[in-house]
């Protein structure tokens, strides 16, 4: 049998283990809460021919297809943009900004067709 602060310990470490499954869960939740906002942003900004450029930008480079995000993102919440960007305009602002970000020390290189 078990004495009572056996069980008394047992029960802490549950609760706790449960503690820590809760708060996982929670930062799960405020992530993907997060990642609806900005795909809603996205499609009030960009034509669905700019956002699958810039999805396929994400999938061959993660961290330039992020950087461009969170630009746009900011300047769409500081009002910077006033209308729907299209596939082209999006072509010269990643021209733009892959000046910044490889100066920055991130590598990204286009290749032509």
Do not use: C, H, W
Request: hydrophobic residues 40%; without cysteine; proline residues 1%.
């Amino acid at each position: 049998m078990a004495t009572d602060e056996e069980l008394e310990l047992l029960l802490r470490r549950r609760r706790r283990q449960l503690e820590q499954m809760m708060i996982r869960q929670q930062e799960e939740e405020e992530k993907a809460r997060q990642e609806l906002q900005r795909e809603a942003i996205l499609r009030q900004i960009l034509t669905s021919e700019a956002r699958e450029r810039l999805a396929r930008i994400k999938m061959v480079r993660p961290e330039f297809g992020r950087f461009v995000e969170n630009q746009l993102i900011a300047l769409a919440q500081a009002g910077r943009i006033q209308k729907m960007i299209t596939d082209s305009e999006l072509k010269e602002i990643l021209r733009q900004f892959l000046k910044y970000f490889s100066s920055r020390g991130g590598k990204v290189e286009i290749r032509r067709k």
